[in-house]
């Protein structure tokens, strides 16, 4: 089995030959996949969604599907349902959209809840039960559900408890001039970018490799002082005055994992504050919920949990690959950005 560093530093490759910038989304789905979560994708339209979700299911050797989420969308559209064969005279199940491996559900929040919920109890479970029957789902299986920030007639806003099943919510914005000018070019070459990903994509690894190397990520070590850190963040989110809900305990699970494959990514067997730090954001944005009057200032949820960051004392030390404790210092509350330990072996 190959290390997953370089099947990370493969995979990127790869995509940066079709899939400009978003390097947030190009990470964090990627540390997802290989933690056994899903993505809430929050952007605009235009952005490149389909195309980075095609691109990775290339690139992965997995299945791609897509369901686009629509007001008269029934759950049996997404899961199946059992269907009367003419020649048996018998209900066979015909599976549904959902029976695939990276599965774009794109504007999740333009059905009622109970389609939305339907999905959402299959990315938990990893199986569809109709009529008392379970079908087990392909692994490694990965939604990357989106959502329009500015439109909102016609939308049903996902509940607390089910935008707690995403592991990341990921907010994609406008590329930079740079990035933009080089999307122009590549669209301006008038070739067909299926042809294109065909040509120029190679993939690099395998849902049998994927399901290992998500197996071997268990052995990447957290240690206790980095365990107590991750759960002052997120019981911090609790007492934070700018927040009238705080993170659940699913969002430390959330931090953990993330945290063990991002270590991996690195070349590591072993966590470290700054990739806690690195994904907190994703992990935790969608977990909270601003009070009233901080909306009405106008205060916004990454800027309140980076200062909430900065006000937890961090475990700052080295683990070398022999030992078995962190060596820890503590740094003070509203220590500098730049006094902060600095993440190792960024890929």
């Not at 999740?108 to 008392?132: C, F, W």
């Not at 969002?251 to 994992?257: P, S, T």
């Amino acid at each position: 089995m190959r290390n997953i560093k370089e099947v990370f530093q493969a995979i990127s490759s790869q995509l940066e030959k079709l899939f400009v910038g978003q390097e947030e989304l190009v990470l964090s789905t990627q540390v997802a996949l290989f933690s056994g979560g899903h993505v809430l994708i929050e952007s605009l339209p235009g952005m490149g969604k389909t195309l980075f979700v095609r691109a990775l299911s290339h690139v992965l050797g997995c299945d791609f599907g897509r369901i686009q989420f629509t007001a008269d969308l029934m759950p049996s559209d997404i899961t199946g349902a059992p269907l009367l064969d003419v020649r048996t005279q018998d209900f066979r199940f015909r599976p549904g959209p959902v029976f695939t491996q990276l599965l774009l559900a794109d504007e999740i929040n333009r059905s009622p809840a109970k389609t939305h919920a339907a999905l959402l109890e299959i990315m938990q479970e990893y199986r569809v039960t109709v009529d008392g029957t379970s079908h087990p789902l392909k692994l490694p299986f990965l939604v990357l559900a989106t959502q329009n920030p500015i439109e909102s007639e016609g939308t049903y806003n996902l509940p607390e408890a089910q935008l707690d099943r995403f592991m990341f919510k990921i907010v994609v914005d406008y590329p930079n001039e740079q990035e933009e000018e080089r999307i122009l070019l590549l669209h301006s070459q008038q070739i067909d970018l299926n042809q294109r990903m065909a040509a120029e994509l190679q993939s690099v690894t395998s849902p049998e490799e994927i399901m290992q190397l998500i197996a071997h990520n268990a052995t990447v070590r957290i240690e206790p002082l980095l365990l107590q850190y991750i759960n002052r963040v997120v019981r911090q989110t609790r007492n934070w005055p700018s927040f009238h809900l705080g993170a659940s305990p699913r969002a430390g699970l959330a931090l953990v994992q993330g945290a063990r494959t991002l270590a991996a990514f690195r070349g590591r067997d072993y966590a470290i504050p700054d990739d806690v730090v690195d994904i907190a954001l994703p992990a935790l944005r969608h977990r909270v919920i601003m009070t009233a009057e901080a909306e009405v200032e106008g205060l916004q949820v990454d800027h309140e949990l980076q200062q909430l960051l900065r006000s937890i004392e961090v475990p700052r030390g080295t683990t070398q690959p022999s030992s078995t404790h962190m060596v820890a210092q503590l740094v003070e509350p509203g220590t500098a950005e730049s006094d902060r330990p600095t993440t190792e072996g960024t890929p």
